[in-house]
C-alpha cells in the first residue's frame, strides 16, 4: 500500500475554561472536547523524495508552516524513515475558527504515516509527536469526547456513560466571514485579569465534576467558554446572533475554542429545525457565512 485517505475531523469545545497563565507562556485550561462527524480529508501517497502538499484551498499555506508538513517531518525523524510522501488536503474547515482544524490536520498525517510504514510508533509514540506539535494536536487521537488538562497536551477519555450524552448529537456551526486570532484572544484573556490562577482551576474542576455526577444533566447544562468574556465585546456580532437563537429558538448556542466559529445543539427541546435557523444565521451574518450541520461523533 502507496497510497492513504483520512478523515480530518474538526472539533468542538462544550466546556472551556482557561485557569492559568504558565510560566512557559502557555495557559493551563479543563476543557471538554469532542470531534465532529464533519471536517477536512488529507490524501497521502509515498514518494521516494521530499513531502509536498498541495490544498484546494488557496489561502493555506504550503511552506514549513503547515502542520501537515511539520508533523510529517516530526514523525521522519522519530522514525528514521526515509521516504518521502505527497500530501493533498482538500480544505473545508476555516482558519480562524476555533476548530483545531490545523491539529487535526497534522494528526491525520501522522496517521496517515503511521498506516503507511506499517505502524512504526504505537499510541503513545503518537500521543508524543502530536503534543510536540501543538497544545491540542492529542485530543484528535481520540475517537470520542475527552477531557483536556494542561495546555491541552493530557487527555483523558470520557467514560461511555457520559459520552453517551454528547456523541451522536446533532449539531450546527457556524461561523461569520471573520476569524479570532488565538494568540489575541489569549492575550485579551491576560489584560482583562483573567484567568484567576488556582481559584478558576478549582472551579472550572468543580462545575465538570457537577455535570458528570448528574447522569440527567444533558450536554446544555455543560456548556462554557471563558473566551466569551472577551470575545463578545470586541466582536458584537457574535453574541447578538446567539441571544436571538436563545429567545427565539429556545437554544443552548456557544463559542468553540477561542472562535469566531459557534455551535448550537439541535436536539435538545429547542423550537426549530435546522433549516430556520440557518436562514437567521444568514440573515444576521450574511450569506457569506459558514453554516454546517453535523453529529458530535
Same mark, same amino acid.
Given at each position: 500500500?502507496?497510497?492513504?485517505?483520512?478523515?480530518?475531523?474538526?472539533? /468542538?469545545?462544550?466546556?472551556?475554561?482557561?485557569?492559568?497563565?504558565? #510560566?512557559?507562556?502557555?495557559?493551563?485550561?479543563?476543557?471538554?472536547?469532542?470531534?465532529?462527524?464533519?471536517?477536512?480529508?488529507?490524501?497521502?501517497?509515498?514518494?521516494?523524495?521530499?513531502?509536498?502538499?498541495? $490544498?484546494?484551498?488557496? +489561502?493555506?499555506?504550503? *511552506?514549513?508552516?503547515?502542520?501537515?508538513?511539520?508533523?510529517?517531518?516530526?514523525?521522519?525523524?522519530?522514525?528514521?524513515?526515509? =521516504?518521502?510522501?505527497?500530501?493533498?488536503?482538500?480544505?473545508?474547515?476555516?482558519?480562524?475558527?476555533?476548530?483545531?482544524?490545523?491539529?487535526?490536520?497534522?494528526?491525520? &498525517?501522522?496517521?496517515?504515516?503511521?498506516? @503507511?510504514?506499517?505502524?512504526?510508533? *504505537?499510541?503513545?509514540?503518537?500521543?508524543? @509527536?502530536?503534543?510536540?506539535?501543538? =497544545?491540542? $494536536?492529542?485530543?484528535?487521537?481520540?475517537?470520542?469526547?475527552?477531557?483536556?488538562?494542561?495546555?491541552?497536551?493530557?487527555?483523558?477519555?470520557?467514560?461511555?456513560?457520559? &459520552?453517551?450524552? @454528547? =456523541?451522536?448529537?446533532?449539531?450546527? /456551526?457556524?461561523?461569520? *466571514?471573520?476569524?479570532?486570532?488565538?494568540?489575541?484572544?489569549?492575550?485579551?484573556?491576560?489584560?482583562?485579569?483573567?484567568?484567576?490562577?488556582?481559584?478558576?482551576?478549582?472551579?472550572? !474542576?468543580?462545575?465538570?465534576?457537577?455535570?458528570?455526577?448528574?447522569?440527567?444533566?444533558? +450536554?446544555?447544562?455543560?456548556?462554557?467558554?471563558?473566551?466569551?468574556?472577551?470575545?463578545?465585546?470586541?466582536?458584537?456580532?457574535?453574541?447578538?446572533?446567539?441571544?436571538?437563537?436563545?429567545?427565539?429558538?429556545?437554544? &443552548?448556542?456557544?463559542?468553540?475554542?477561542?472562535?469566531?466559529? $459557534?455551535?448550537?445543539?439541535?436536539? #435538545?427541546?429547542?423550537? $426549530?429545525? +435546522?433549516?430556520?435557523?440557518?436562514?437567521?444565521?444568514? !440573515?444576521?451574518?450574511?450569506?457569506?457565512?459558514?453554516?454546517?450541520? &453535523?453529529?458530535?461523533?
Amino acid at each position: 500500500m502507496n497510497s492513504a485517505t483520512v478523515a480530518s475531523p474538526a472539533k /468542538l469545545n462544550l466546556f472551556l475554561a482557561v485557569t492559568g497563565r504558565r #510560566g512557559d507562556g502557555y495557559h493551563d485550561l479543563v476543557s471538554v472536547v469532542a470531534p465532529v462527524t464533519w471536517g477536512d480529508t488529507l490524501h497521502v501517497r509515498l514518494s521516494g523524495g521530499d513531502f509536498t502538499l498541495s $490544498c484546494n484551498d488557496p +489561502a493555506v499555506p504550503l *511552506d514549513e508552516t503547515n502542520l501537515v508538513l511539520r508533523a510529517a517531518r516530526a514523525f521522519r525523524s522519530a522514525t528514521g524513515l526515509a =521516504s518521502g510522501a505527497a500530501f493533498a488536503l482538500e480544505k473545508r474547515i476555516p482558519t480562524g475558527a476555533g476548530l483545531g482544524g490545523g491539529s487535526s490536520n497534522a494528526v491525520a &498525517a501522522l496517521r496517515a504515516l503511521n498506516r @503507511l510504514f506499517g505502524g512504526p510508533l *504505537d499510541e503513545q509514540g503518537l500521543a508524543r @509527536l502530536s503534543a510536540q506539535l501543538g =497544545s491540542d $494536536c492529542s485530543l484528535f487521537l481520540q475517537e470520542g469526547p475527552s477531557v483536556l488538562r494542561g495546555r491541552g497536551e493530557q487527555v483523558a477519555r470520557i467514560g461511555a456513560r457520559d &459520552a453517551g450524552r @454528547l =456523541s451522536g448529537r446533532r449539531v450546527l /456551526l457556524f461561523k461569520p *466571514d471573520f476569524g479570532i486570532g488565538t494568540a489575541w484572544a489569549y492575550g485579551a484573556l491576560d489584560l482583562a485579569g483573567q484567568p484567576a490562577g488556582a481559584t478558576a482551576g478549582r472551579d472550572a !474542576e468543580r462545575r465538570l465534576e457537577a455535570w458528570l455526577a448528574d447522569p440527567q444533566a444533558p +450536554a446544555e447544562k455543560l456548556l462554557f467558554n471563558s473566551f466569551e468574556s472577551v470575545a463578545f465585546p470586541k466582536f458584537p456580532a457574535l453574541p447578538l446572533l446567539l441571544d436571538r437563537m436563545r429567545r427565539d429558538f429556545g437554544l &443552548a448556542p456557544g463559542l468553540s475554542g477561542s472562535g469566531s466559529a $459557534c455551535f448550537a445543539l439541535m436536539d #435538545g427541546g429547542g423550537r $426549530c429545525d +435546522a433549516d430556520r435557523v440557518s436562514a437567521l444565521i444568514k !440573515e444576521t451574518w450574511g450569506s457569506s457565512a459558514l453554516v454546517v450541520e &453535523a453529529r458530535i461523533a
